[in-house]
């Protein structure tokens, strides 16, 4: 069974930092894209950060660069993904979601090429 299971939320103060993780099992990630998301209340969810298979190419939204740093590695069958975020502002504050495509290896922006999704984490940023 496929699980994508995220972890690192928190409340923070604006300025300070979190990482969170993801731990994807089930099947083999080590080929595919994996992403971030992020759904503030009563807004559409919407992309954070994305990286390829390799690692070698990232991708982030323009509310978040140079802020936040994705990035990955695997262990025991397990692929994992991490989001540093760094200088968090309020409007941050969101639950964020760990994706991966069915196959594709290169990060995509939108939400229909992902097909298996984490149930999320909090992140409460106060000002």
């Known amino acids: 069974q496929v699980q994508l299971v995220e972890s690192g939320g928190g409340l923070v103060q604006a300025g300070g930092s979190l990482r969170l993780s993801c731990a994807a099992s089930?099947?083999?990630?080590?080929?595919?894209?994996m992403g971030w998301f992020r759904q503030a209340p009563g807004k559409e969810r919407e992309f954070v950060a994305g990286i390829s298979w390799s690692g070698s190419q990232t991708d982030y939204a323009d509310s978040v660069k140079g802020r936040f740093t994705i990035s990955r590695g695997n262990a025991k069958n397990t692929e994992f993904v991490y989001l540093q975020m760094n200088s968090l502002k309020p409007e941050d504050t969101a639950v964020y979601y760990c994706?991966?495509?069915?196959?594709?290896?290169?990060?995509?922006?939108?939400?229909?090429?992902?097909?298996?999704w984490g149930q999320g984490t909090q992140v409460t940023v106060s000002s």
């Open positions: 994706a991966a495509p069915r196959s594709s290896n290169i990060p995509s922006r939108g939400l229909k090429e992902y097909t298996y």
């Open positions: 089930g099947r083999t990630f080590t080929y595919n894209a």
